[in-house]
């Protein structure tokens, strides 16, 4: 009836959708919209570290994505505004993401691969990780 990909692509858009939404909505309660923007921009910097130190790339995306989390922290407790200091931040990381990824000699990959990603290429441990992280987001957020 349907195919194997096609019920994978629907879990996985579905796990998503209900892990995103209440934390886009916690997002703009706490009045920090950019927030997504200033996680997803710094994606870039970590796919070029990834790539230029044969690393793994899903790891060196979360490192550099809780880096920028820290340091958002850090400032924000010093007193500066938070959707200020989120797009000075995500602006300079993916500034520095694309300057990363520009200097990579003799490296050729499809960029939006690995930005954006194939819902219809999900696996069955891509939905464990989707699932599984999205239970603990909503865990976290409630």
């Known amino acids: 009836?349907?195919?194997d990909f096609?019920?994978?692509?629907?879990?996985?858009g579905l796990g998503v959708a209900l892990a995103t939404?209440?934390?886009g909505?916690?997002?703009?309660?706490?009045?920090?919209?950019?927030?997504?923007?200033?996680?997803?921009?710094?994606?870039?910097?970590?796919v070029a570290l990834a790539l230029a130190l044969d690393g793994?790339?899903?790891?060196?995306v979360l490192a550099v994505a809780l880096f920028?989390?820290?340091?958002?922290?850090?400032f924000t407790e010093s007193g500066m505004a938070e959707d200020p200091l989120l797009g000075v931040l995500a602006h300079s990381m993916l500034a520095i993401g694309l300057l990363s990824v520009s200097l990579l000699n003799g490296?050729?990959?499809n960029l939006m691969a690995y930005l954006v990603g194939n819902i219809l290429a999900v696996s069955k441990q891509d939905l464990a990780l989707i699932w599984g992280g999205g239970f603990i987001f909503v865990a976290l957020i409630v």
């Open 6 to 12: 096609l019920v994978r692509a629907a879990f996985a």
């Open 107 to 109: 490296v050729r990959f």
């Open 68 to 74: 920028i989390a820290l340091a958002v922290s850090t």
């Open 1 to 3: 009836m349907l195919d």
């Open 21 to 23: 939404a209440p934390l």
């Open 56 to 60: 793994p790339v899903m790891a060196d």
């Open 25 to 46: 909505c916690f997002v703009v309660w706490r009045r920090m919209a950019y927030f997504g923007d200033a996680t997803a921009h710094p994606a870039l910097l970590g």
